[in-house]
């Protein structure tokens, strides 16, 4: 039976005694014994790999000699007649000997000599010897883009069995060094998939495989994958500012083609936080708010079926619910006929109708607020009087939305008890800066001019 059957069981051996104490070396001026057995290799004596290369000669029966020394000349980078002394074998009944230290693709010389307590033989003939090249990687590789944030590669899976795994190897357009992102195990799998990547980004890719022995391949032909792209952003924004209690949304329909939802969002501020208002398939929406006159600022962007999302932080609209009428502006107060009579003017150009609002004190510690709505004209009538109280009055105006606009200024009317009928004659009083003024109730008429109003 061949030696060479044994001979990984025999190179693990040599290590384990190669690595008891320091090795012989050879001396600088050694004697030369021609007498000495020179080292013959065996009609098969050499076993090449990618990264290793073998050694088998025959049995060396002389007593006299210790070991082997091994000569090594790289022929790639030296020269053929350069004597380069590598390592020793010291048992002479040692037959094998393994180079681990071997580049693939290269070719190597090497000659031996054995050697006595005093003397080494001559060298024996020179053998030139090729490392084999790496092995190639898969044959077949192919790429699939346009995913989300994703890019999956396939290959055919190798066809020699010492294959154990796949090297996945990557770069960008940007980079000049591949790096190793992961190791599919198992031959047969045939497929990885790249997560967490830039949108519409550019990545390259190929494959080195790794036998059970650790041998890694050359790399595989290189295959490019780019990202989906996000969804284009929406530029045409609008946002009404006149409706009441309420601000239409409207933008621009997008062309994505795997289209899913709008998504809007609101802000009190074009800078602020912005919070997700609703997700919609319109190109729509009107945003109820109670609040008259009040802002937002908007933003609208676009989500595909891969729930994917467009840009949106760089077009935002300002809308704004309807303000409130102007407030009507008070004209004059006057008690005609035991009566309270109140007159204004209107203010702005969407009043529709007035409220005047009515309090007073029905008792030391209840209070009565009246309201009187739809009141068309600009001059309210009160003959709900008493005397001997003090009433308020103000007045609103309302929208044909029902917008209910601030209070004008209030005015104060104190109402005084009768002591005596028909002692007071018609006067005029004007309002204090407080804008309140006494008036007794007597079948008489107090006329406040407009100027006291301002």
């Not at 398939?281 to 708010?289: H, P, Q, R, T, W």
Request: charged content about 30%.
């Amino acid at each position: 039976m061949k030696l060479w059957t044994l001979i990984t069981l025999c190179t693990a051996s040599l290590l384990i005694l190669s690595g008891c104490g320091a090795k012989p070396t050879p001396k600088k001026e050694a004697v030369v014994d021609d007498t000495l057995p020179i080292v013959k290799l065996t009609n098969n004596g050499t076993i090449a790999d990618v990264n290793a290369i073998a050694f088998e000669w025959e049995l060396i029966t002389d007593p006299r000699v210790k070991g082997v020394y091994i000569y090594k000349i790289d022929l790639d980078n030296a020269k053929v007649d350069s004597d380069e002394y590598y390592d020793t074998v010291d048992n002479r009944f040692s037959t094998h000997y393994l180079d681990s230290n071997v580049e693939p693709n290269s070719k190597y010389g090497y000659y031996f000599k054995t050697y006595s307590a005093n003397a080494e033989s001559k060298k024996s003939k020179i053998t030139t010897i090729s490392s084999l090249p790496l092995m190639e990687s898969v044959a077949w590789l192919h790429s699939i883009g346009s995913m989300p944030r994703s890019a999956k590669i396939i290959w055919r899976p190798h066809t020699n069995q010492k294959v154990k795994a796949y090297i996945i190897q990557r770069k960008t357009l940007e980079e000049d060094i591949w790096r190793d992102i992961a190791t599919v195990n198992g031959r047969l799998n045939a497929e990885y998939i790249d997560k967490n990547l830039k949108d519409n980004y550019t990545y390259k890719y190929r494959i080195k495989t790794v036998t059970f022995d650790n041998l890694v391949s050359k790399p595989s032909q290189e295959v490019t994958v780019v990202t989906k792209k996000l969804p284009k952003e929406l530029t045409q924004i609008t946002a009404s500012t006149d409706l009441p209690k309420k601000i239409e949304i409207k933008w621009e329909e997008s062309d994505t083609k795997d289209f899913l939802v709008y998504r809007l969002y609101r802000s009190s501020s074009i800078d602020g936080s912005y919070k997700v208002v609703i997700d919609t398939k319109k190109n729509s929406y009107v945003d109820l708010i109670e609040e008259d006159g009040k802002e937002y600022f908007y933003r609208v962007s676009v989500f595909d079926k891969d729930k994917l999302e467009s840009a949106y932080e760089n077009h935002s609209v300002l809308g704004k619910t309807l303000i409130k009428p102007k407030s009507p502006s008070l004209v004059e107060a006057k008690l005609v006929n035991g009566k309270v009579t109140i007159s204004w003017v209107s203010s702005d150009s969407r009043d529709k109708s007035f409220t005047v609002q009515k309090r007073y004190k029905k008792s030391f510690i209840e209070s009565s607020i009246e309201d009187f709505e739809n009141i068309k004209g600009t001059q309210f009538i009160d003959s709900e009087i008493e005397a001997g109280k003090t009433y308020y009055y103000k007045v609103f105006s309302i929208d044909t939305h029902g917008i209910k606009s601030e209070p004008s200024i209030e005015i104060e009317l104190k109402i005084e008890d009768k002591t005596e009928k028909n002692t007071l004659s018609n006067t005029e009083k004007t309002l204090q800066q407080n804008n309140s003024v006494d008036v007794n109730k007597a079948d008489e008429e107090i006329i406040i001019p407009i100027q006291d109003f301002n």
